[in-house]
């Protein structure tokens, strides 16, 4: 109800006292009091000390009762108690003061404002009830047509007057619902991104790495730990160039260029994954990965960058040390294994070594074979690069050499597949390649069914040579697939099947096709068997 607005207050009987009655009370009485000075007949008038009483009793009525507790029906009993009161003004009056029946004016309009059309019809009654009560009292009828005229000419006009209110407070109330549901919407949405603002502050602030957004128009937000990122690299969010002096590669000296770190990269639109460096100053580094992706919306209007940073020091610092072990382990053990290789030689070409003495030496001689390739695998491993002595020259001669250079009993599983084709030179290392080769023949023989051929098949792909080697082996999960480059590893069925090695070949594999400037890619199937792909560039005519 638009007129009182009823509520859960106390205060909202005041409201409903000044809104609707007051009005009503200042007129009725600004007319009594005018008239008992003007008019000297009206003053011992019980019509008009009547409708006076009656009109000051519901004004009394309406500030006093609580009508926030009241239904809208309610306050019509007040309205209807105006109407009589002003009935009894203006049955007083209406002989000096025409216009006192303009007080019927009151109680009708905010009945038809501040209620439903239904009550418009009360008002109406009301009017009409005012117009025919001098009838009502005389016990007559109008006798002629002007006071046919008198009587309706009231009560016409005022149901113009509350339609027009009416139709003006249905308007009023249907806005002020939309107004209302308009609020309540944006309220909800307000709190909402009220929430989701906290939301992504504890998540900011939980999540163990540093996290940042840098919008278009250069506005920032970040965690602690991207702020203690950005000022070891030398710089503070939100001020470009978002680059420093204390971000180096993985030497830990050699600095990156400012256009070559990641952020920048990242702010200039382009998406960096996993960009490792080392930052801050030299007796206090930190080892970060960044990664920076876009943000757009639905339109594609870039909205920012975000930047996330991993701190992987401990990790970083553990390889390192596991390499430098690898070195100096693998070099220690080389060292007296040659010279157990020489004297082992020296034994095998004594012209009075016994022959049962020289059976047990092949033993010996085996296994210092076997030491001396794992040894060779562990310096491989360790090493920081591969150097390569490139020469041209066809893929598939090597290919069949590295399987004519396995086991008699073995080479017999290996099924070739255009490895005689012309055209397929490369600039390779023989040595290293064919060391490649050779691992990825063995394990694929190790790996697969006793009774089931192995498939090495050559062939050309665009600017790309590319040899694939299959096996009908156990086959690898996604999981095991993730880390089969990784040094050390093992999958579960190397280790079930006790197959010997340090899980360092397809790690040695990748290396060496990399420094060529190819790559190895591994897919598999659980249970149904694994395909490595080497690919190679073909050289530049």
């Known amino acids: 109800m638009v007129v009182f607005e009823r509520g859960t207050i106390r205060q909202r009987r005041f409201v409903v006292f000044v809104r609707a009655q007051l009005p009503l009370l200042v007129g009725t009485t600004f007319v ?3 008239s008992l000075f003007v008019v000297p007949e009206v003053r011992g008038d019980v019509f008009l000390l009547i409708g006076g009483l009656v009109i000051v009793a519901s004004c009394v009525v309406g500030l006093l009762v609580p009508w926030h507790k009241i239904n809208a029906p309610g306050l019509v ?3 209807i108690a105006d109407v009589i009161g002003v009935a009894f003004v203006r049955e007083s009056l209406f002989p000096y003061v025409p ?6 004016i009151f109680p009708v309009l905010w009945l038809a404002y501040g209620f439903t059309q239904w009550v418009v019809v009360a008002a109406v009654a009301g009017t009409i009830f005012i117009a025919a ?4 009292v005389a016990w007559t009828v109008p006798q002629s047509g002007l006071e046919w005229l008198n009587l309706l000419t009231l009560p016409v006009l005022v149901i113009g007057i509350a339609v027009l209110a009416n139709l003006a407070a249905e308007e009023l109330r249907t806005r002020r619902a939309r107004l209302i549901h308009a609020f309540e919407v944006q309220q909800a949405a307000l709190e909402e991104a009220q929430d989701n603002s906290v939301i ?3 998540i900011l602030d939980t999540v163990q790495a540093g996290i940042a957004f840098v919008a278009e128009d250069g506005e920032s937000i970040a965690n602690d730990r991207a702020l203690k990122v950005a000022a070891a690299i030398g710089f503070k969010p939100g001020r470009p160039p978002y680059s420093g002096e204390r971000m180096y590669g993985s030497d830990r000296v050699t600095p990156i260029a400012p256009d070559e770190q990641p952020i920048p990269r990242g702010l200039a639109g382009e998406t960096v994954e996993e960009h490792f460096a080392w930052v801050g100053g030299a ?3 930190s080892a970060i990965i960044t990664s920076t992706s876009p943000v757009r919306r639905d339109t594609g209007e870039l909205l920012g ?6 701190d992987v020091t401990d990790l970083a610092e553990a390889i390192e040390i596991r390499e430098q072990f690898l070195r100096t382990a693998s070099h220690e053990l080389r060292t007296p294994l040659t010279a157990a290789v020489g004297y082992l030689d020296l034994l095998e070409e004594d012209p009075d070594l016994p022959p049962r003495l020289a059976a047990r030496l092949d033993t010996v001689r085996r296994g210092m074979e076997r030491l001396t390739t794992r040894i060779a695998e562990l310096i491989a491993a360790s090493d920081d690069g591969v150097e390569l002595q490139p020469v041209r020259m066809g893929v598939g001669q090597l290919v069949e050499d590295s399987i004519d250079s396995l086991d008699p009993a073995l080479r017999g599983r290996v099924m070739r597949f255009g490895t005689d084709g012309p055209g397929l030179e490369a600039d390779v290392d023989p040595r290293r390649l064919s060391q490649a080769i050779g691992e990825l023949l063995t394990n694929a023989i190790k790996f697969g069914e006793d009774d089931m051929p192995v498939v090495a098949r050559l062939s050309g792909a665009g600017e790309s040579i590319e040899l694939q080697i299959t096996d009908t082996g156990p086959g690898m999960s996604r999981a095991e697939l993730t880390r089969a480059f990784d040094s050390f590893y093992r999958a579960p069925a190397a280790r079930a099947q006790a197959i010997q090695g340090f899980g360092l070949g397809l790690h040695i594999v990748r290396n060496i096709f990399r420094a060529h400037g190819g790559d190895v890619e591994l897919r598999s199937e659980v249970g149904v068997g694994t395909t490595v792909i080497c690919r190679l560039p073909r050289p530049v005519v």
């Open 133 to 136: 009560f001098p009838y009502l």
């Open 200 to 202: 992504s502050r504890s």
């Open 77 to 79: 009993v007040l309205a």
């Open 283 to 285: 007796h206090r580094q």
């Open 305 to 310: 960058t975000v930047i996330v940073m991993h």
């Open 32 to 34: 009594i009091v005018s």
């Open 99 to 104: 216009s006192v029946e303009i007080l019927a």
